[in-house]
């Protein structure tokens, strides 16, 4: 008696296949999922669609935020050769609360070699610094629209703040350059040391297209009012902080500036009851004085 053969269906070999097939993709997707989370793109992504979902999205009556915009703060901490970079938290997962960690920048030349063979590497160093300080300057003002949305509750005598970056040097620069002052003093014809003079003369196509960095970042109070200085101390800390102003928690803005304000904010139509109620702003403060510029954290 011969032994009873083994067979499939085709219908259960197409079957299998699918099933094999979904698999397969599954862990991809799933893979590709908890990759992106270590992805700064990713998070700023995110940061940017819940702001412009928040001021699509408002309370009606209150004309509040709908949920709390999903902008995990970055942390920089400036070494010799290299910078460390990490964010407070998943933005991805309600539930996280551990930092996300990112590679660390090396610091490279103009050429793209490294700073350690530069013929100047302190003029590197703090070409580096500036560039990554100027990038976080850009990415957050990016993240909120150039401030042309309306994220927060409008009906608030207080400033309301999202701190975008933290940036941290280590004691090893702190016990170099912590007598210098300001670094551009350094050198201040050279925009490797000054801060301010890399921003007017350098961009990053990513954020800023054809604009250089100073001008990209400029919102409508600096611009018009108080154009600022960029400079850094290394022995503070300091922070890139988007902040709703409001007329009212502003005694320094006169009802004159106030409707210039509104005059010049020609890139974005409100509603009556909005109007003139709020304006966005950028500021990069040694991180103790931001206390004094806000008084609400979205």
Known sequence: MGKKGFSLSMETIIVLILIIVFLIGGITWITKIFSSRLNEEVINKVCYESVLFNSERRV????????????????????????????????????????????????????????????????????????????????????????????????????????????????????????????????????????????????????????????????????????????????SEYAVVFVALNKAGVPLFTNTVWEKIKELLSDYTPDETEEGNFVNTLYFKPNQEVGTLCEEWA
């Open 60 to 235: 009606p009556g209150i004309e509040a935020q709908t949920v709390k915009t999903k902008c995990a703060t970055k942390y920089l901490t400036f070494h010799k050769e290299y910078a460390e970079q990490e964010f407070e938290s998943n933005p991805l997962d309600n539930a996280a609360t551990q930092a996300v960690e990112l590679p660390d920048i090396v610091y490279k030349d103009k050429n793209g070699k490294d700073c350690r063979e530069s013929e100047d590497a302190e003029a590197c160093m703090f070409r580096n610094i500036n560039k990554r300080i100027a990038d976080e300057l850009a990415r957050c003002w990016n993240n909120f629209h150039k401030g042309q949305r309306r994220v927060f509750s409008i009906y608030t005598k207080s400033s309301q703040c999202v701190v975008c970056s933290v940036i941290f040097f280590d004691n090893e620069i702190i016990k170099d350059y912590g007598d210098e002052g300001p670094i551009s003093l350094i050198n201040p014809e050279s925009e490797d040391y000054s801060l301010d003079l890399y921003m007017r003369n350098n961009n990053n196509l990513y954020y800023t297209g054809n604009e250089n960095y100073y001008k990209y970042t400029l919102d409508i109070v600096h611009a018009n009012f108080d154009l600022p200085y960029y400079d850094y101390d290394v022995n």
